[in-house]
């Protein structure tokens, strides 16, 4: 990527004082954060039938699933979208509007700032895997229910089992104290490095898009946590 586009993405992000660092030794001269080695143990569900699904087969059954009330009010479900053998699994709240009539997640205003946002790292979307906590919206946008999300959680497992990702961004509070199984206020759970389930994949919780849009000065940190992953990726210490 040349550094022209690196910066019209930095400027999407509204950080345009801001440079990516191509160099580990320069990326590496900010604060470490805390590490916290704790794993967080996924809540038992009924993932047992879903241990020898394979993706295809994964895809069809959230397609289909009428588990909870949602099946009735939306127009699809959405599985998610991505390179299934990612490196970094994206993981939101629910489909909203956008994402109900075109069956994909992170579309609209926020979808195309969460891509500037990659961008700024070297990513492209098609590079990821983006994925969210429910698979199908919430009527009017509301946060999701407990038991919804409960329905949705045995999926999510195994598109994590399947992808095999060095890291998972959670966006937002509802994505982060889903996985987490917490109630900490975003701003409390980023700058730090979380660890998800029995694989212990390294996580780092950022803020939704959707957020930043409506608090664009809350992008600085949100520009600190992409650096932090992209250290992650790259195998470096935080």
Known sequence: MDELNRRQYLDAMGIQQWVLRDSPQEVSEMTPPEVITATVKTAPADATSLINVGW?????????????????????????????????????????????????????????????????????????????????????????????????????????????????????????????????AVGRLRGQIHHYGEQNIPLIVTYHPAYLLRSPEQKGKSWQDLQMALRTLRGEEN
């Open 56 to 184: 295809h087969d994964l895809a069809a059954a959230v397609k289909g699933c009428q588990a909870c009330e949602l099946h009735k009010t939306r127009r699809q479900a959405v599985f998610g979208v991505g390179d299934p053998q990612a490196d970094l699994l994206v993981i939101g709240e629910a489909p909203g509007a956008d994402e109900d009539r075109q069956g994909e997640p992170f579309v609209g205003p926020a979808g195309q700032l969460l891509n500037a946002m990659l961008l700024a790292i070297g990513l492209r979307r098609e590079q990821i895997f983006i994925a969210n906590i429910l698979k199908c919206r919430p009527p009017g946008n509301r946060d999701p229910h407990v038991n919804e999300m409960a329905s949705c959680e045995p999926f999510l497992q195994r598109q994590i089992e399947l992808i095999q990702p060095k890291l998972i961004l959670s966006v937002g509070r509802i994505s982060a104290q889903s996985l987490l199984k917490c109630d900490t």
